[in-house]
């Protein structure tokens, strides 16, 4: 089955039932969600889209959202999806490389990207908002719903995810239809997913996690969710009640065991917790287990990735790793600078290899040759090692990168646009262990004589030229960075330096 929405269509033969149920009570069943999906595709093809076209959307999380990345598999283009926080400065760069056929906007946002389209020579900039409103519904509902889904090749693409470099230009991950089925269709049998499960849904669906995790599996197990347009802790207790399963980023779990509401008997019908996309304490596994009686399942992933290992379902999870290789992918370490095999229980480099892993970075052969083996292993950028047992440990990051409440922040993004500032000689940013959203942005800024630069200044500055999530939670004046012997600065002595700035 080459396209991802035929395996999601035979899984889901009874159509009356529930696929999801929003915050405030809208109920959408599969018979919407097939019905609605249609219609779109039809849309898409109205605009001019052919398989194979990006479409490129930075819409709230809606109904619609989901049923628009539908469409877009049923139609054969590619789903192109983009956090809603990026400004429009930073969405220029995806669309000039990724020359989307279509762009769909939010209602509020749709006149500042369509003059972005206009200057970048896009024709077609829609709008979709989450009450089902904006220029592009109103297409839809002139459209039949009934739509000859294009059949597509287990290889061809069905979505491109950026994800920033760590140095230069930020990277499309190409991922294939056949990345996505096979990665969701492991993680349902892996977590038991079944047509009896209601799965809390809080993430974002521009990421992997909330996308493809949370969304595909859902999907092709014919399950239901509950889906909040954002996490809100207090609506997420309101919810748990009437779910069976919800997968977080570190901070849910965090921030839910602030609630005093949060007890054994909350969440007496769940079977399944998931967490990912950043490292869980040890410390949150252990006091959610205490108060909840539920050992969380971690597991890791990545963009490039999809799942690559979890924790078990019935075995030990142990806290602090991150499981076992799920079926179908291999994992080893290697040595970062040979890339030489090391011997079990050494550190190094975690490479992956399976039907999860993307097909490239979209229009870059060199970037791409250079994170492969040559046998066919792609080089994480993550350090790890795999215990006597099996179990797979993350200890490190061979890449420079802060991950902040699950998105991943580029320090070298943020020190460019630091270091343009007037008045500023250099900057180093730097993830601090931070309570709520376990690594805090931090900046480092030396001041050029005469300068007299404040934090606030620094972040006004930033304001509006890059997205809220990846502003310094806090900016530190220093006369000169710490550099070794090559003049590399040593942001290891920083992060020693500032480790208490959120404690
Ligand atoms: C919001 N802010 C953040 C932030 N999210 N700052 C740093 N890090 C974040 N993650 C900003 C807001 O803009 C706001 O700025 C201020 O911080 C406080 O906001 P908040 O109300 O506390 O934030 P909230 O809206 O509650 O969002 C926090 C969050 C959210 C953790 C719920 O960030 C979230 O849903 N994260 C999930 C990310 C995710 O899905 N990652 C998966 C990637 S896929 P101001 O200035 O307005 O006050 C992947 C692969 C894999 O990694 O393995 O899964
Ligand atoms: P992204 O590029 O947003 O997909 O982020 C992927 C990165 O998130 C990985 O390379 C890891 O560094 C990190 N990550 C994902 N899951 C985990 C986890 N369970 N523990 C530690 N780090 C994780």
């Avoid at 056949?178 to 521009?206: C, G, M």
């Avoid at 490239?360 to 994170?371: D, F, L, N, S």
């Avoid at 490190?396 to 922040?409: A, E, H, T, W």
Wanted: aromatic share 8%; with cysteine; net charge negative.
């Amino acid at each position: 089955m080459g396209n991802l929405f035929a395996a999601i269509r035979a899984a889901n033969q009874d159509v009356s039932r529930t696929f999801l149920v929003t915050g405030s009570g809208r109920h959408v069943n599969y018979a919407d969600l097939f019905r609605d999906s249609g219609r779109m595709a039809n849309a898409l093809v109205i605009l001019g889209v052919k398989p194979g076209d990006r479409v490129a959307v930075q819409i709230d999380k809606s109904p619609e959202a989901l049923t628009l990345y539908l469409a877009c598999l049923r139609s054969g283009a590619v789903y192109l999806p983009l956090n809603t926080g990026y400004t429009a400065r930073e969405i220029e760069y995806f669309l000039r490389d990724a020359e989307p056929r279509v762009v769909i906007a939010s209602p509020h946002r749709h006149v500042e990207i369509d003059d972005l389209c206009i200057s970048l020579g896009i024709e077609i900039c829609e709008s979709l908002g989450v009450e089902g409103d904006g220029t592009f519904c109103e297409i839809v509902d002139l459209c039949d719903p009934a739509f000859a889904d294009v059949e597509r090749q287990p290889d061809d693409l069905a979505a491109i995810l950026y994800t920033s470099g760590t140095t230069g230009r930020s990277k499309g991950a190409m991922l294939t239809h056949h990345n996505l089925f096979s990665n969701a269709e492991t993680l349902q049998s892996y977590w038991r997913f079944t047509k009896d499960d209601v799965l809390l849904h809080a993430l974002p669906i521009f990421h992997t996690h909330g996308l493809f995790v949370a969304s595909n599996v859902t999907l092709l197990a014919g399950a239901s969710m509950i889906f909040l347009s954002k996490f809100d802790g207090d609506e997420v207790i309101r919810h748990l009640p009437r779910t069976t399963s919800m997968m977080g980023v570190p901070t849910f779990y965090v921030r839910l065991l602030q609630s005093p509401a949060l007890t054994k008997d909350l969440v007496r019908h769940i079977r399944l917790f998931v967490s990912g996309s950043a490292p869980l304490l040890a410390d949150t596994h252990r006091e959610w287990e205490a108060r909840t009686g539920h050992r969380i399942l971690e597991r890791y992933g990545m963009t490039e990735t999809n799942m690559n290992t979890s924790n078990p379902y019935d075995g030990e999870r142990v806290a602090g790793t991150v499981g076992f290789p799920l079926p179908g992918v291999s994992v080893r370490i290697t040595d970062p600078e040979s890339g030489k095999h090391l011997a079990q229980g050494e550190i190094g480099m975690i490479e992956v290899k399976g039907p999860n892993v993307f097909r490239g970075y979209w229009r870059m052969p060199e970037k791409t040759a250079a994170e492969f083996r040559a046998d066919g292993f792609f080089i994480t950028g993550d350090l790890g090692k795999i215990d006597d047992r099996g179990y797979v440990h993350i200890v490190g990051r061979g890449k420079d990168l802060i991950i902040s409440g699950g998105y991943n922040v580029y320090p070298k993004e943020v020190e460019t646009e630091i270091d343009a500032m007037l008045g500023v000689v250099e900057s180093a940013v730097i993830g601090v262990d931070h309570p709520d959203f376990g690594e805090g942005v931090t900046a480092v800024v030396v001041a050029q004589k005469g300068h007299s630069l404040t934090e606030a200044g620094v972040l006004k500055a930033l304001d509006g030229r890059l997205a809220k999530f990846k502003l310094p939670k806090r900016v530190f004046f220093v006369d000169d960075l710490p550099r070794n012997t090559m003049g590399k600065v040593q942001k290891n002595l920083l992060r020693d330096q500032y480790a208490d700035s959120f404690q």
